[in-house]
């Protein structure tokens, strides 16, 4: 074999296994998202600890369980600040019987109003709405809407709010409260 067809052969098996490694990527990618969202749930408990290694918080819920829950570094940082026992929620969607998604971790009474920090890396629309009843399942009036770029933060004056990829729509069904919450993924 000459040396130019050596080296056309290896720039086909190279852009080969390129395509390959394209097609097991896109079969690996999260399933396309559904009209109807999954119910957002919470945790209530107190941090137990910060593992900065394994980018996990560790928490007891009000219940007695332990929970290990997973993030990226910059929620792991500001997690880091809080000090073992501070109270402590973690807001999630149940997608499927195995895998919760994480919205937001939160901690509360760290703040005198309820504020929102965007740690999704991206721009993302925090949405808020006055709660029925003290609850959040429906709500009444107007919509607020805020725009939080990658780092900001928004504060809410409603009882509900929930967060969405900008340009996309969310429905508030998360009771707000006093305190600090990073918001680590928004759905719409």
């Known amino acids: 074999m000459s040396r130019v067809s050596g080296r056309v052969s290896g720039l086909l098996l190279g852009a080969s296994m390129v395509v390959a490694a394209g097609a097991l990527h896109a079969r ?15 945790v209530y408990g107190k941090l137990l ?3 900065k290694t394994l980018n996990n918080v560790l928490m007891t819920e009000d219940g007695g369980a332990q929970l290990a829950w997973h993030f ?4 792991i940082a500001e997690a880091a600040r809080h000090k073992p ?6 807001i999630y969607r149940q997608t499927s019987p195995k895998e919760k998604r994480v919205t937001a ?11 929102y920090v965007n740690m999704t890396g991206d721009r993302v ?19 607020s809407e805020s725009v939080i770029p990658a780092g ?9 709010w929930c967060c969405a990829p900008a340009g996309e729509a969310c429905t508030p069904g998360t009771r707000s ?3 600090r919450a990073y918001l680590a993924q928004c759905f719409k």
């Open 152 to 160: 900001g933060l928004a504060e809410v004056l409603e009882a509900c």
């Open 177 to 179: 409260g006093l305190g």
């Open 28 to 42: 690996a990618q999260a399933p396309a998202a559904t009209s109807t969202p999954a119910p957002t749930k919470s």
């Open 72 to 75: 990226e570094a910059p929620v």
């Open 49 to 51: 600890s910060v593992d």
């Open 105 to 115: 971790i939160a901690f509360p009474g760290t703040a005198k109003s309820p504020i």
């Open 85 to 90: 026992g501070a109270p402590l929620i973690v």
């Open 125 to 143: 629309v925090l949405r808020s709405a006055a709660g029925v009843d003290g609850a959040c399942d429906k709500t009444t009036g107007s919509v």
